[in-house]
């Protein structure tokens, strides 16, 4: 394991965290992990240090949750999705099409003139766009018709498949 995966791997499961909460002792632990533990050991303690929790629900540190989901998309798209044309990294994503494409392809014809951005971007670009409210209501003849943009659509399709897989 790299030095840079310590910072983001529970003490408990040595996985990169899923929901990491803070305790009070300033540890920090994937939440199922630390829930089984203390179901399991029948005292609510820090299964690193043993300081006992006086919260049943500790916090969730989100910004610990956010690096941690970010590496894993790193990792995913570093590892395993390759150009069936160049046989190259996907690491950029065409906003035009909606897909993951290589660098050599962002140059071809293709995409040329596509709006594109790295992964990661696209990835952050999607979370604040899933942040704000995307979908409008309108009201037309006394009934709620919700709205998604197509072009948001179309610009995410390929997006939501990535972050659900991590």
Known sequence: ????????TCPQCTDIYC???LLKC?????????????????????????IVSDTKRPPI?????????EHKVLIMTS??????????????????DGELICLICQLSKEHKVHECSPVEEAAEQKKVC????????TQVGGSLLNHRP????LTLKGMEELLLQV
Request: hydrophobic share 30%.
């Open 1 to 8: 394991m790299n030095s840079g995966h310590l910072y983001i």
């Open 19 to 21: 929901l990491p909460v």
């Open 26 to 50: 300033g540890h920090n632990i994937c939440r199922v992990c630390l829930f089984n533990y203390w179901e399991w050991k029948g005292l609510r303690e820090c299964p690193v240090c043993g």
């Open 61 to 69: 540190n989100l910004a610990l949750h956010n690096v941690a989901k």
């Open 79 to 96: 590892s395993q999705n390759k150009c069936c044309q160049h046989n190259e990294k996907l690491k950029i994503f065409c906003h035009n």
């Open 130 to 137: 899933e942040n704000r409210n995307t979908s409008t209501t």
């Open 150 to 153: 197509q072009a948001m659509v």
